[in-house]
């Protein structure tokens, strides 16, 4: 609060001044000529801004200070009394920056002798924040010195190897009793967890390195069943190799072959098939396979002579059955 | 007046264009519809099973939308609309529930539904993982699987159904014109009498040429020059009996002869054996209900309920379970046993394949 008006008042005296100044302007021109080396030289100005710079920080360190000594009961009455001392001498300081740059110097050490002088009739603890207060760079070390005190005192401090750490002794039950809630809920959440993952892996097996017996089983009969087509594969294409199915009698003996071959194979007998007729529902599962070889017997070998495609659209083959594919292929000759 | 809000929400599909074939809707040669299916999930998935289903895409490649996604307002009949106009045939649904996953087939758009319990599953990973050398040829996705259903009697109805519907899940083959280069994995469903579990599994096809080392075949499939550093002259590289393991030695059962060639090594008419491994994932599938329309209707079958199936099942069906938990050793006695009934049943899917 003090510095603030400190702040204010030095700039209404200038004011002031200035305006006196005004009135001659030769005057005025002139003074400005001279404050200009003041400006190149920068020592005035920076004066000034550090001081008040300077003031503050004194200000907070020493505040802080204070209370941490707790000696603040004895130091805020003369406070009351300092800031108008300060107001007077720093207008005094900057009269004398206005006035003359040369003497500045000069009467700030005579001020600040002046001032020491003042305070020594005070008491030592004012006397000391004075002291502080008044040279900027001093001050300012003495509040490093203020803090690094501050500091090592806190660092020196021997602290309670508890599991808490440094937690004020009101607090210390509350904060345990937390941790033991935390721990206890992280406990349950963890189990609900580990049944939600049992629960999504149900069902879940890894399958042993080696083949058991059961496996090995399912593999011969899956690979009987490979074998069978592809020797049954290999029955059918085979029978067909040695013939052109382009020409007529080929094809002819082509198709018997193929007839005989596969109702053989089936074990069926050949009658069967012609009662047979569109087996689209799925229970008739049983007379289906007798049926579909015998169909695609056809199919292949109206397919295997040329341009017969040309002729039939494909809806049509898969619609008609035997008889009609029997026909396109006597229409090909 | 303005439009009503949102009736049908599409879910968002991003088609593999690549894939001109993938668009087909009819096979150009047997001129059969193709199977196409969405795989997609109902509520929300643990990460693993959104990891099986990711499998599950995988292995019903190409034939599938890889990348379907779904939101969570998306309800079925979102995509039942979807499914309408790119031809999508099946639906795989896998939800969860606290008791175990669930695994549902359909088939659009009216289909029977099939619901399946996931017993137990592994993914595509674990196996992988569980493999010395895992193999994943770049073509393996490129064609679809073939299918293999054994042990399924024809004479309960709901497991005819059950094999109908996983017939018609992949696409038939044609064994006049298929190429046998084509036929690179393998889907297996295995039904346990005894269990009532159906085991899903999913192979790879390999090929070996027969009659050769082990050590010619290896350096004509890979191009690296061999380790002739011990040998004292090169024929003792080609005469030099290498170490034979002991799946090489019960050969006969699965060798073939191939009628066109394959790869570099495995030569027409020449013999080759079937070698499976193990790619995708695995399951233990037990079937639970079976409801006439898509995800409601009629109950045909169930498995707890009182009527049809009755309670003798389910009684008989706790017994088995406790069984098969003591005994397990004594299992495999009863699936040798089986093996000729198994055989029969594989003549019985050859033919539905072809």
Redesign the interface.
């Known amino acids: 609060m003090a510095d603030k008006m400190q702040v204010v008042e030095p700039g209404r005296g200038l004011g002031k001044r200035n305006i006196g100044k005004k009135q001659g302007r030769k005057k005025s021109s002139k003074k400005q000529k001279v404050m200009q080396p003041p400006h190149g030289q920068k020592k005035v100005k920076i004066n000034q801004k550090m001081k008040k710079l300077y003031h503050k920080r004194a200000r907070e360190y020493n505040s802080d200070d204070d209370e941490d000594e707790t000696v603040a009961p004895a130091t805020r009455r003369p406070r009351g009394v300092v800031p108008i001392k300060k107001q007077k001498r720093e207008e005094d300081d900057i009269e004398n920056e206005e006035l003359s740059e040369d003497e500045g110097g000069q009467r700030m050490q005579k001020k600040n002798v002046t001032d020491k002088k003042v305070h020594f009739s005070e008491d030592e603890e004012e006397e000391e924040e004075e002291g502080e207060i008044q040279p900027g760079i001093t001050k300012f070390t003495e509040g490093c010195k203020a803090f690094k005190m501050s500091f090592r005192s806190i660092i020196k401090k021997s602290v309670s190897d508890e599991l808490l750490g440094p937690v004020l002794s009101a607090h210390k039950n509350l904060v345990i009793e937390k941790l033991a809630e935390e721990e206890t809920e992280r406990k349950v959440k963890g189990e609900a967890k580990k049944e939600k993952l049992l629960?999504?892996?149900?069902?879940?097996?890894?399958?042993?390195?080696f083949l058991n017996?059961?496996?090995k089983?399912?593999?011969?009969?899956?690979?009987?069943?490979?074998?069978?087509?592809?020797?049954?594969?290999?029955k059918?294409?085979?029978a067909?190799?040695g013939l052109d199915p382009s020409k007529n009698r080929d094809a002819k003996e082509l198709r018997k072959r193929?007839k005989e071959a596969f109702f053989s194979e089936?074990g069926k007998p050949a009658s069967r098939t012609s009662v047979k007729a569109n087996a689209s529902t799925?229970?008739e599962?049983?007379e289906?396979?007798?049926w579909?070889?015998l169909r695609?017997?056809y199919?292949?070998t109206s397919?295997r002579i040329k341009d017969w495609d040309k002729k039939m659209p494909?809806?049509n083959?898969?619609d008609d059955n035997e008889k009609a594919s029997e026909d396109s292929s006597s229409d090909e000759d | 007046m303005r439009k009503k809000k949102n009736t049908f929400r599409r879910p968002v599909i991003i088609k593999n264009q690549k894939q001109p074939e993938a668009q087909l809707s009819v096979d150009p040669i047997t001129g059969k519809k193709i199977p196409k299916s969405f795989v997609f999930s109902r509520g929300k998935l643990p990460v693993p099973l959104k990891q099986l289903q990711m499998d599950l895409r995988k292995l019903m490649l190409p034939y599938t939308a890889l990348s379907l996604k779904e939101k969570k307002r998306n309800n079925l009949r979102d995509f039942l609309n979807v499914a309408g106009p790119m031809g999508v045939t099946h639906f795989l649904i896998l939800s969860k529930t606290a008791a175990s996953p669930y695994l549902r087939v359909a088939t659009t758009p009216q289909g029977p539904t099939l619901t399946f319990k996931i017993q137990e599953y592994a993914l595509a990973a674990d196996i992988a993982k569980s493999q010395l050398h895992p193999r994943c040829p770049k073509d393996l996705f490129k064609n679809s699987a073939l299918i293999v259903l054994s042990g399924f009697v024809s004479g309960d109805l709901h497991l005819r159904l059950t094999t109908n519907m996983f017939q018609n899940i992949f696409p038939t083959i044609d064994v006049k014109t298929v190429k046998l280069t084509s036929c690179q994995r393998i889907v297996l469903l295995n039904y346990n009498k005894d269990t009532k579990l159906i085991d899903f599994r999913h192979y790879s096809i390999r090929l070996q040429p027969i009659g050769v080392s082990r050590r010619i075949r290896k350096l004509v499939q890979s191009h690296q020059v061999p380790d002739l550093k011990n040998l004292q002259d090169v024929s003792d590289f080609v005469t030099k009996a290498g170490y034979g393991s002991e799946s090489e030695a019960d050969e006969e059962a699965a060798t073939v002869t191939l009628s066109s060639d394959i790869g570099r090594v495995n030569r027409a008419s020449t013999k080759s054996a079937v070698r499976l491994q193990e790619i995708g994932p695995r399951m233990t599938l037990q079937l639970v209900r079976i409801e006439k329309g898509l995800c409601s209707g009629e109950v045909l079958f169930s498995e707890f309920a009182s009527g049809k199936a009755g309670d003798k099942e389910n009684s008989d069906d706790k017994m088995q379970d406790d069984n098969n938990e003591d005994s397990e050793g004594g299992d495999d006695d009863d699936q040798d046993g089986e093996d000729s009934e198994g055989g029969d049943d594989d003549d019985q899917d050859d033919e539905e394949l072809d």
Request: proline share 5%; hydrophobic share 40%; no cysteine.
């Open positions: 629960l999504a892996e149900k069902g879940h097996v890894i399958p042993e390195k017996s059961h496996e089983f399912l593999i011969s009969v899956a690979t009987k069943g490979v074998v069978k087509l592809f020797n049954a594969v290999n059918a294409q085979v067909q190799k193929t089936l799925s229970k599962e049983d289906q396979p007798a579909a070889p695609d017997n199919m292949l397919s494909g809806k083959v898969s």
